[in-house]
């Protein structure tokens, strides 16, 4: 966790270490941004190319991903303090709850993003959209849920 | 994890223990299923009430989600095995890789979901739209990426 210095009126909450589950990271997701005060507050479908690099173990699992146009990435946040109750956007004291906020600060650094799917070479899915540090973990790919049906049997009662 | 048996044809990876990084429950989401074969596939907007339930702690953290009529949810499928690359979701031998399905059997199986905010009741967060099992222990609550906007100041050659 970092110790960056709460801002102006935000609240913190003293935690003890994490201990429910655990994450393993399933690769690194390179981008041109190496400093926070570089990287876009949100991803941009025309943004630049990042790539989503998997551990070799995974690549069989990106079998059939390549049909999909949309995908959404998961990402651990790992510079992010995570006991911020409140935040303070604008360092100006004005204050909004972090749950109210899409900031990286939380307490599960999580990041979730929609992003445009390029190409995927071997063990690299080349994507546009992301909007986070060259060398975040990368926990997880999915195919987007708006352009995602089911592959399962339909359930009794339950329109497709 | 489970020790649910793989259907024919998928493929499972032997997995050390992961140890990269460590989350912790905010919470517990009750919804009014309690067998995996009673969930929907995904969730519906027009799908029954179901509430997040935060420990103390994080309350102050929802100030200002109420001026939000999506949010996204995310938990942990603590039920599911980890270590599947390929799947077969009509358990008929033809498998598709686990980053190509929004199974919950993945490496990390953190869920999300786009759901609508019904209202909140002190720690109570109640809404509709997820197909989770009941007693998921609850990850994070964001505002809905389609309608947020940052509320930090615009960077320098970024259009807002």
Redesign the interface.
């Known amino acids: 966790m970092t110790t960056d210095a709460p801002r102006r009126n935000e609240?913190t909450?003293e935690?003890p270490?994490?201990?429910?589950?655990?994450?393993?990271?399933?690769g690194v997701i390179h981008t041109p941004w190496s400093d926070r005060?570089d990287c876009?507050?949100?991803g941009r479908a025309d943004g630049p190319e990042c790539r989503l690099v998997l551990d070799p173990?995974?690549v069989?699992?990106?079998?059939?991903?390549e049909?999909?146009a949309q995908i959404?990435v998961?990402y651990?946040l790992?510079r992010s303090r995570?006991d911020?109750?409140?935040q303070s956007?604008?360092s100006d004291g004005a204050?909004?709850?972090?749950?109210?906020?899409?900031s990286p600060v939380?307490?599960?650094p999580?990041g979730?993003?929609?992003v445009d799917l390029v190409r995927i070479d071997g063990a690299e899915v080349v994507v546009r959209g992301l909007d986070c540090l060259d060398g975040t973990?990368l926990?997880?790919?999915?195919?987007d849920?708006c352009a995602?049906s089911?592959?399962?049997?339909?359930?009794p009662g339950?329109a497709s």
Do not use: C, H, M
């Open positions: 609240i909450v935690l270490a994490p201990e429910d589950a655990q994450l393993r990271f399933i005060k876009p507050r949100q173990t995974w069989p699992a990106l079998a059939g991903l049909d999909y959404e998961l651990w790992d995570r911020l109750l409140t956007p604008r204050t909004v709850g972090t749950f109210a906020l899409r939380r307490p599960n999580i979730t993003s929609r973990p926990l997880d790919i999915k195919p849920r995602f089911p592959k399962a049997p339909a359930k339950v």
